[in-house]
């Protein structure tokens, strides 16, 4: 059985399809069910996944297919503004319809942008290629997004080759943190900022790497380590 916001959200994801022939955007599912954040649609879309409703088709921008509706559901005129959509809800629901239970292993769907260096500096990030579910526990508050560990400077700090790092987006980091550092505007790699003086140190955790020493401006944080996700093949 769906929870009335999963309800809504297919109502809504079917109704659009159905008028415009493409899913809607993610900011467009936000507003329509008056959600805080695209979070909750993550977590939303991945239910309905999970109950056989909603199919993702990779390799394609807002692909959303529609697989079943609940046998009992009816539809509504599409939105017309924000708080519009009102979709009844499913016969035999009481009309004060309880609030959607939190689930404790919550996660959210991340984009994964491309491989990182724990080592020589690569090139700099990519765009999207795959997406990773990742537990809400590890991420807090902000934007977060996934890259691929590619070398070994940072096996001290138990990050190995191959290895997934979620990052926190953002553009500041306290000495000693694990950061994204673009550097020279070029080159994107992943090492254990140090602040010294006016300089910025970029430190393996690897005794066969040097540790790199830049200006200010020539170093540029992208977002910093929150945690970790290993595969075993």
């Known amino acids: 059985m769906l929870t009335r916001k999963q309800h809504e959200l297919l109502m809504f994801i079917h109704e659009r399809i159905k008028e415009t022939g493409v899913s809607p955007s993610f900011d467009e599912m936000k507003e329509a069910l008056d959600l805080a954040s695209k979070s909750g649609i993550h977590r939303l879309i991945t239910a309905l996944e999970e109950r056989g409703f909603l199919r993702r088709l990779p390799h394609r921008a807002r692909a959303l297919e529609v697989v079943k509706l609940p046998s009992q559901a009816t539809t509504s005129a599409p939105p017309k503004g924000r708080g519009a959509f009102r979709p009844e809800v499913i016969e035999g629901t009481p009309h004060l319809a309880a609030p959607e239970p939190m689930v404790a292993n919550d996660v959210r769907e991340l984009p994964v942008l491309g491989r990182i260096a724990a080592g020589v500096p690569i090139e700099a990030i990519q765009h999207e290629r795959d997406r990773l579910t990742v537990p809400e526990s590890m991420l807090g508050a902000g934007e977060h997004y996934v890259l691929e560990v590619q070398g070994d400077s940072m096996i001290n700090a138990g990050i190995l080759d191959g290895d997934y790092v979620v990052i926190r987006r953002g553009d500041t980091a306290t000495s000693g943190e694990i950061v994204v550092a673009l550097v020279m505007g070029e080159e994107a790699t992943l090492k254990r900022l140090r602040k010294k003086g006016a300089s910025i140190a970029l430190e393996a ?22 945690g970790l996700i290993r595969r075993y093949h």
């Open 205 to 226: 955790a690897n005794p066969a790497y040097e540790t790199r020493i830049f200006g200010p401006d020539q170093v540029q944080v992208q977002g910093k380590l929150v």
